[in-house]
């Protein structure tokens, strides 16, 4: 998300790659290992391997058998934190998840991306299963819509710009966004996955998007059921930022 001030945030080459390598560490039980490091981000061996030294040095890596996991300094930085989002949503996701019957995941921006956190998964024999700690694309997931809708000008062209080159379907995707952003309510129509539907709320603290309520399954059980779904969520998203900003 931008940065305060004129300014938008800005990659920057070295810190993508700590995030990614720490990504890569936790993706596994077993680890990752410098060569695929490397492969994964495209980098010499030499200039990966002291990033890699650097974090088991301070304790965000641990080296064992020459594989790399998630050292106990991140811990650490989990305990100091205040009480999680995710801890704040669960009861409400499940509820959610028993009324409709579907999958309930809760999303939260990181970068130009968003990542699912934590999921309540459908019990039903045909069903989305949500992929955890992953990075997903702004559009069109309706996570990733919800976070562009309330995003800033700039932030939300660049991005647009970048991943949406072709200018008659900019202008679609800025009204589709300025509807969003006027109804809170952002759909995805199997425009990730054929015969998937997402419906995501924001959890909003002012007008941030804090994270975002989706709800997902077969077509053929949402599209008949979109608003409903959607005016549920809403009521749950609202309950969730309220928590939040309570604990706050």
């Known amino acids: 998300m931008p940065?305060?001030?004129?300014?938008?945030?800005?990659?920057?080459?070295?810190?993508?790659?700590?995030?990614?390598?720490?990504?890569?560490?936790?993706?596994?039980?077993?680890?990752?290992?410098?060569?695929?490091?490397?492969?994964?981000?495209?980098?010499?061996?030499?200039?990966?391997?002291?990033?890699?030294?650097?974090l088991v040095a301070t304790g965000y890596l641990r080296e064992e058998d020459g594989a790399y996991t998630i050292g106990p300094a991140v811990g650490t930085l989990l305990a100091a934190a205040t009480p999680s989002i995710?801890?704040?949503?669960?009861?409400?996701?499940?509820?959610?998840?028993?009324?409709?019957g579907?999958?309930?995941?809760?999303?939260?921006?990181?970068?130009?991306?968003v990542v699912y956190t934590?999921?309540?998964?459908?019990?039903?024999?045909?069903?989305y299963s949500a992929p955890l700690r992953t990075r997903r694309p702004l559009y069109p997931t309706s996570s990733g819509k919800c976070v562009l809708a309330f995003a800033r000008k700039r932030f939300r062209d660049?991005?647009?710009?970048?991943?949406?080159?072709?200018?008659?379907?900019?202008?679609?995707?800025?009204?589709e966004l300025t509807e969003i952003a006027e109804t809170g309510i952002a759909v995805n129509r199997g425009e990730t996955m054929?015969?998937?539907?997402?419906?995501?709320?924001?959890?909003?603290?002012?007008?941030?998007?804090?994270?975002?309520?989706?709800?997902?399954?077969?077509?053929?059980r949402m599209a008949g059921r979109v608003d409903e779904i959607a005016a549920a969520a809403r009521l749950a998203a609202r309950e969730v930022s309220e928590l939040i900003t309570r604990r706050g």
Do not use: C, W
């Open 102 to 113: 579907e999958t309930v995941m809760l999303a939260e921006p990181v970068g130009d991306s």
């Open 3 to 54: 940065t305060s001030g004129d300014g938008a945030a800005k990659e920057h080459r070295t810190v993508s790659r700590v995030t990614t390598i720490l990504e890569l560490a936790a993706a596994g039980p077993g680890g990752v290992r410098l060569s695929e490091l490397a492969e994964q981000l495209g980098a010499p061996r030499s200039s990966i391997h002291g990033l890699v030294k650097g």
């Open 194 to 220: 054929p015969d998937v539907y997402g419906i995501g709320v924001p959890v909003l603290v002012g007008e941030r998007v804090l994270a975002v309520l989706a709800t997902a399954g077969p077509s053929h």
């Open 86 to 100: 995710e801890q704040a949503a669960r009861p409400v996701m499940r509820r959610l998840g028993e009324r409709f």
């Open 118 to 127: 934590e999921t309540v998964e459908s019990t039903q024999m045909i069903r």
């Open 158 to 175: 660049n991005y647009l710009s970048a991943h949406v080159p072709d200018g008659e379907q900019r202008n679609r995707v800025e009204q």
